[in-house]
Nanobody, 115 residues
Framework: QVQLVESGGGLVQPGESLRLSCVAS????????MAWYRQAPGQERELVAI???????NYATSVKGRFTISRDNAKNTVYLQMNSLKPEDTGVYYC?????????WGKGTLVTVSS
């Protein structure tokens, strides 16, 4: 069983930054593929960023150059640094352990970008 707990969401103005954190339980974190997804109101959940155990990363086109995913294996934590936020970045952000094994999701943290 893996538990994921996100934090760091909030209300910010356009152009500001936020850093999301996701703390994972379990001993397999260092070999896990971790990802951040988001779901805007009325829309489907979409992949924002993913980091493989190798350290390789991939990003949605809409966030490339603005968002950075990183991890601290010693703290079982994955981060999402979000800069130059836009109103269209608003949504609930979810952390996911994609592999190995079964996928697990956190409960999400709300990010609202509004002036």
């Amino acid at each position: 069983q893996v538990q994921l707990v996100e934090s760091g969401g909030g209300l910010v103005q356009p152009g500001e930054s936020l850093r999301l954190s996701c703390v994972a339980s379990g001993s397999i974190f260092s070999v896990a593929t971790m990802a951040w997804y988001r779901q805007a109101p009325g829309q489907e959940r979409e992949l924002v960023a993913i980091m493989f155990s190798s350290g390789n990363t991939n990003y949605a086109t809409s966030v490339k150059g603005r968002f950075t995913i990183s991890r601290d294996n010693a703290k079982n934590t994955v981060y999402l640094q979000m800069n130059s936020l836009k109103p269209e970045d608003t949504g609930v952000y979810y952390c996911k352990k994609a592999s190995p094994g079964l996928p697990y999701w956190g409960k999400g943290t709300l990010v609202t970008v509004s002036s």
